[in-house]
């Protein structure tokens, strides 16, 4: 008879395999010239939709200052536009651009394709590639239930 698993010791595991892989993945370069902030501030604005800079800054638990530098450079590549807020026009609102969107596309697709060849080339078996595969949702369910 197996004992069933520590929640706890579970997610301590998962805890340390993923912040491990999610910083590997960070620190390798990809094409796309999207700083960590650029990226975050981009992604944040595609899944909330148009919000002000303050209100990213608030998010990530940056200045607004820092926010705003951020913000600049990706107006000034054509990745975000300001436009006026619909329900305060005193305020405006930011949004992603769809060059901000295929931008953010291509850096996702590139990490994506360097974990794939990290899987391929014999350094997984079939059944662990399977394993894999099934835990992903698993992952982004725990996700959701944070």
């Known amino acids: 008879m197996t004992d069933d698993p520590d929640p706890s010791e579970v997610a301590a595991g998962l805890l340390a ?10 620190q390798i370069p990809t094409e796309g010239g999207l700083t960590m902030p650029e990226r975050t501030a981009l992604s944040l604005l595609d899944r909330s939709g148009p919000t002000t800079s303050s209100a990213l800054a608030r998010e ?8 705003g530098a ?4 990706l107006r000034d590549r054509g990745l975000v536009e300001r436009r006026p807020d619909p329900d305060d026009g005193r305020r405006a609102v930011l949004m992603v651009t769809d060059a901000g969107r295929q931008a953010l596309k291509n850096k996702r697709n590139a990490r994506a394709e360097l974990i794939a060849q990290a899987l391929t080339g014999g350094a997984f078996t079939p059944a662990e590639l399977d394993r894999l595969a099934a835990v992903a949702p698993l992952l982004e369910r725990l996700a959701q239930h944070l």
Request: proline residues 0%.
């Open 70 to 73: 951020t913000l600049s450079a």
């Open 17 to 26: 395999s993923v912040s491990v892989l999610v910083r590997r993945v960070q």
């Open 60 to 67: 990530v638990q940056i200045t607004a200052q820092a926010m």
